[in-house]
């Protein structure tokens, strides 16, 4: 099971079922929030359905697949972040990430990410961590430019939202950049 301290005030830590309730309240709380630019809002309407999140995220996990946490901020759920998949072959792995309504403006995710990045290349081996961010989420964009991702480029709607199709930017970290920046 994976358990990290990210620093002394935020825990990375797989799911387990008792946190389906606490993660649909969240989700619940910052649905119309996170609606504007994650698709799988109007699939999640029951503590059930986080629940299946859950479960599923220990099956990518225990097949290597990918690795799905909660972030916990001072011992509270705040948000989901981790590896939306591993490509073992080319030793790549795309970082995902959301947060709570409430839970924004903290600088939060950004250390999430500065850790999984670094967790990326240390402890999994990767060469390249990606994240892609909706083109117009100029506050997800932030997360991966802060902290020295080069923007790639752009993939025009590779993503439906709802009603609507949306491009992405795609943010590319090498390991040998983040060697660089130490």
């Not at 990210?6 to 929030?33: C, G, Q, W």
């Not at 999640?44 to 599923?56: A, G, H, R, W």
């Not at 072959?89 to 995710?109: E, K």
Request: glycine share 6%; with cysteine; charged share 25%.
């Amino acid at each position: 099971m994976f358990i990290e301290d990210v620093d002394e005030e935020i825990t990375l830590r797989m799911l387990a079922n008792k946190d389906a309730k606490p993660l649909f309240e969240i989700t619940d709380r910052s649905r119309e929030y996170l609606r504007e630019w994650l698709p799988w809002l109007d699939d999640t309407q029951s503590v059930e359905d986080s629940l299946s999140f859950i479960q599923n995220g220990f099956q990518l996990y225990a097949e290597r697949k990918g690795l799905t946490v909660g972030v916990f901020y001072h011992d509270e759920l705040v948000g989901i972040a981790g590896y939306n998949y591993f490509d073992w072959t080319n030793r790549i792995a795309q970082i995902g990430y959301w947060l709570s309504i409430d839970s924004q403006g903290q600088g939060i995710m950004k250390r999430v990410v500065r850790f999984l990045t670094e967790c990326a290349f240390h402890q999994f081996d990767m060469n390249r961590v990606v994240i892609h961010t909706a083109y117009g989420n100029k506050r997800s964009q932030t997360i991966p430019k802060s902290i020295g991702y080069k923007n790639e480029g752009q993939l025009r709607q590779v993503e439906w939202l709802y009603d609507h199709y949306v491009d992405h930017i795609v943010w590319g970290m090498l390991k040998e950049d983040w060697t660089a920046m130490d």
